[in-house]
T-cell receptor
């Protein structure tokens, strides 16, 4: 399975934009890039996904590098409720293509 | 929204006991998953199921089994619980159909302590 690398933690001030990086240098051509986040005491929740083009939704934006070896999740205005662990995930290929393999993610702290 | 319900939020069991963790989803999803989450290790896939009575091993299936007799319910079974199975267990479901862009929906988790 292609792996992802994320920083262990990041900090942001409230109301400021946050850029969460993810490296996936061994990504294959048909791997989708998914982002999930896990709020305290909850299960992970879907944030956004993409293949090649940048994507926007009500929660965040996803910027994908031209060579697809890295991507960045962008929270345009961080709030205290965005404090969570953010996971960057690639969809596995092959016979077990249905599974999503999570890493350890980036813990985002948001301060006033 | 999809609701994934795990039967217990906290569970305490003794070493050697048989433990059942239950998960129910209400959106007719084909795929269901069991993960465990440990500090510093992230989420690791134990087993998943494509459909009723179908199952596949994930990355860490040793010491676990699963049952999927009905589409909405996916059970994780610890035949003889051990202390190294103390963990947060998370169930998830997905619509299915083999599409690459499908979302996973997670339950709130069951914190299992084996003493």
């Amino acid at each position: 399975d292609a792996k992802t690398t994320q920083p262990n933690s990041m900090e942001s001030n409230e109301e400021e934009p946050v850029h969460l990086p993810c490296n996936h240098s061994t990504i294959s051509g048909t791997d989708y890039i998914h982002w999930y986040r896990q709020l305290p005491s909850q299960g992970p929740e879907y944030v956004i996904h993409g293949l090649t083009s940048n994507v926007n939704n009500r929660m965040a934006s996803l910027a994908i590098a031209e060579d697809r070896k890295s991507s960045t999740l962008i929270l345009h205005r961080a709030t205290l409720r965005d404090a969570a662990v953010y996971y960057c995930i690639l969809r596995a290929q092959g016979g077990t293509a249905s599974k999503l393999t999570f890493g350890t993610g980036t813990r985002l702290q948001v301060t006033l | 929204d999809v609701k994934v319900t795990q039967s217990s939020r906290y569970l305490v069991k003794r070493t050697g006991e048989k433990v059942f963790l239950e998960c129910v989803q209400d959106m007719d999803h084909e795929n269901m998953f069991w993960y465990r989450q440990d500090p510093g290790l992230g989420l690791r896939l134990i087993y998943f199921s494509y459909d009723v009575k179908m199952k596949e091993k994930g990355d860490i299936p040793e010491g676990y089994s699963v049952s999927r007799e009905k589409k909405e319910r996916f059970s994780l079974i610890l035949e003889s619980a051990s202390t190294n199975q103390t963990s947060m267990y998370l169930c998830a479901s997905r619509l299915g159909g083999g599409k690459t862009n499908e979302k996973l929906f997670f339950g709130s988790g069951t914190q299992l302590s084996v003493l």
